[in-house]
């Protein structure tokens, strides 16, 4: 779990409205390759619950709040989202499920991969016996 960290972005405060960006490498410990980003999520629904195999990502919550629930195989830590200027990094081989999204949340996720099914891992038992196999 030590890799994953909140990253605070750069903020310009303005009176006509606050600016926030993040560039590749300046920034974020990857380069992106990709952006997602999930938005209506009705009252009491959940996403994720997988981990990935070679996917970085960085999660920011551009408006409203939900928390990230991340497993690494031996701890669960709960990080609660709810600033446009915070992301969160989550690195590969980290299980991670997200919920209790408010109403009108926008969870902006960029990652270092295109899509990739095979990337995945579904299952949680699987996730515990490769993270391990790794640590082995
Ligand atoms: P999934 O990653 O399982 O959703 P969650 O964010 O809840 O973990 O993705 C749901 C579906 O969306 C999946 O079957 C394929 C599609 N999808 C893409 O086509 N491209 C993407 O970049 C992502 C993240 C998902």
Redesign the pocket.
């Known amino acids: 779990m030590e890799k994953v960290k909140l990253i605070n972005l750069p903020k310009i405060k303005d009176p006509r409205g606050n600016l926030s960006f993040f560039e590749n490498s300046n920034h974020l410990p990857f380069e992106i390759k990709?952006t997602?980003w999930?938005y209506d999520v009705p009252g009491g629904e959940?996403?994720?619950?997988?981990a990935f195999k070679e996917s970085h990502e960085f999660i920011v919550a551009l408006s409203g709040s939900f928390d990230v629930v991340l497993h690494d195989g031996r701890q669960e830590i709960k990080y609660s989202l709810n600033r446009s200027y915070t992301g969160l990094y989550v690195p590969n081989l980290i299980w991670?499920r997200?919920e209790n999204f408010s109403t009108n949340s926008l969870a902006l996720?960029v990652?270092n991969i295109?899509?990739n099914?095979k990337d995945?891992i579904?299952g949680f038992d699987e996730f515990k016996k490769i993270k391990e196999d790794v640590e082995k």
Do not use: A, F, N
Not at 46 to 50: E, F, K, L
């Open positions: 990709r997602y999930i959940y996403r994720g619950g997988h991670r997200l996720i990652s295109g899509y099914e995945y579904r």
